[in-house]
């Protein structure tokens, strides 16, 4: 699905995360590898030079919170959301739904897909065709719903003078009254003609659906806001279902055009399988394509838990001393569960050797390990805190005894904070300006060293 789109933007993130720094020239470039990728998934020329400015301005000019590139990774995130919609809810609640849309949409389809959707949510659904025109309607939605067991209605039992549209709504309405979840398949036109817009104005009018679902195909690309518009005026959608997302480059066009209407997409159909078809989320959306973890809950996280004061000044001054790796613990401990962060850190998973992906019994290890060490830590006096150096033989015993470990394993965290006294070294001096990168986000070159030192160390 989007898989051009995709895969430029995943390469255009792994510029980022490998770039030496973040200055006018990396964003300018990655700017331009945006709207090439855009530009080729049918976005808007001018939503995509309007997402352009933003990201360059955002990009350069916003206070950090984050490091550098993280930064522009959450702008480019939060921009590529805003162009895509907000999603609407989807209540798991009895209700009536109708589906609309032009001939050969999917409607019929996604009527099956959506039946299963709730099906699998523990609710009721019936499935009513409202498709009296084309033959083959009926017997095409009655095999979806024989496939899945939801159960299917189309005026089969009603005396010929009410087998129209409107006798079939009503009656299925009726005859499914206990079930939960009523969705009703109408019919498809070539173009948005006077009839078909009144039927479904006279149906909505009958039995008042909670949901009004139009059925866009993706290739349509951007004429995907033209008939959002134009049914939206008429019926008032509560929800777009893009379908054929599968077999289309266009349907970054066909998102974004829905987005500037004023409704949001909440399904979207990824194949025929009655089970190809999925909850559009913006956030889940945008971080599979940018082939991340969930972005979003490591940008609150970290926005959250980690304040300037975290860390101590003087690591400004080069020094690095093992209150400072105390303070580091400490800080990472508030941001939850090593093997969380490490997941949901935003450049890992990218094969840049970044400590993603062990397995569950590293990161327990790992975690244990960190205990440990603030244990032996405690054991330290203030003097040993702040010049390791002066650890000896005697003190790495007396400091083993009180903490209840070895010395083996004293000596162990000494060298590990050796190792990150080094790694923090490289960090303050490198890197163009002399300044530390992402000072204020100091977990990124943190943890992800953090995981690589204990990597090595095993
Ligand atoms: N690849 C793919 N095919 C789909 C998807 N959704 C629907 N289709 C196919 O598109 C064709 C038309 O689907 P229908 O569900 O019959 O469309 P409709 O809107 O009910 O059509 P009319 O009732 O004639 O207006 C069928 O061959 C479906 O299998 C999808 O998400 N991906
Ligand atoms: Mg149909």
Redesign the pocket.
């Known amino acids: 699905m989007l898989d051009n789109l995709s895969s430029s933007l995943k390469e255009t993130i792994r510029k980022i995360a490998k770039a030496k720094r973040i200055d006018k020239q990396t964003v300018d470039e990655l700017v331009r590898d945006i709207q090439r990728a855009l530009i080729q998934a049918d976005v808007k020329i001018s939503l995509v030079k309007e997402i352009s400015s933003r990201i360059r301005e955002r990009s350069l000019k916003e206070k950090l919170v984050l490091n550098p590139r993280e930064h522009v990774i959450k702008v480019v995130y939060e921009e590529l959301i805003n162009i895509i919609g907000r999603g609407v809810e989807v209540p798991l609640a009895a209700q009536r739904i109708m589906m609309v849309?032009?001939?050969?949409?999917?409607?019929?389809?996604?009527?099956a897909k959506l039946a299963r959707y709730y099906q699998k949510k523990g609710l009721k659904p019936a499935v009513i065709c409202a498709?009296v025109y084309?033959p083959a309607?009926a017997e095409?939605l009655r095999q979806l719903c024989e496939k899945i067991g939801v159960p299917f209605y189309d005026g089969a039992n009603l005396p010929e003078r009410e087998k129209g549209v409107m006798g079939i709504v009503n009656a299925g309405v009726k005859e499914f009254e206990k079930y939960d979840v009523k969705i009703i398949?109408t019919?498809?036109?070539h173009a948005l003609e006077k009839e078909m817009i009144k039927e479904i104005e006279d149906i909505k009018k009958a039995i008042n659906p909670e949901q009004r679902f139009l059925?866009l195909d993706a290739s349509i690309g951007q004429q995907a806001s033209v008939q959002a518009h134009a049914f939206d005026d008429a019926i008032g959608i509560t929800g777009i279902i893009i379908?054929?997302?599968?077999?289309t480059a266009k349907g970054g066009g066909a998102l974004s055009a829905v987005a500037e209407t004023n409704s949001g997409v909440a399904f979207?159909?990824?194949?025929?399988k009655t089970d190809?078809?999925e909850r559009f989320e913006p956030d889940g959306f945008i971080s599979r394509l940018l082939g991340m973890g969930d972005i979003k809950s490591l940008i609150e996280t970290a926005e959250a838990s980690l304040k300037p004061e975290d860390v101590d000044a003087d690591f400004l001054k080069g020094k690095f001393t093992l209150k400072d790796l105390y303070k580091q613990l400490e800080a990472m401990k508030k941001m939850g569960p090593l093997k969380k962060l490490m997941e949901m850190l935003p450049l890992g998973g990218l094969g840049l050797g970044l400590d993603v992906n062990l397995d569950d019994t590293i990161y327990q290890v790992t975690e244990d390990k960190l205990k440990r060490y603030k244990v032996m830590m405690d054991s330290m006096t203030e003097e040993e805190l702040t010049e390791p150096r002066i650890i000896d033989g005697s003190r790495t015993k007396r400091i083993a005894r009180g903490s209840g470990t070895t010395t083996a394993e004293v000596n162990e965290l000494i060298k590990y904070h050796r190792m990150m006294q080094k790694m923090m070294k490289g960090l303050t001096s490198g890197r163009g300006s002399g300044k530390i990168p992402g000072m204020r986000g100091m977990k990124m070159p943190m943890s992800t060293s953090m995981g690589k030192m204990m990597k090595r160390m095993k």
């Not at 849309?101 to 009527?111: E, P, R, V």
């Not at 979207?268 to 025929?272: A, L, N, Q």
């Open positions: 849309g032009l001939h050969g949409t999917g409607k019929t389809s996604s009527c498709d084309r309607a095409q398949d019919a498809g036109r059925v379908t054929k997302m599968d077999g979207i159909g990824t194949g025929e190809d078809f």
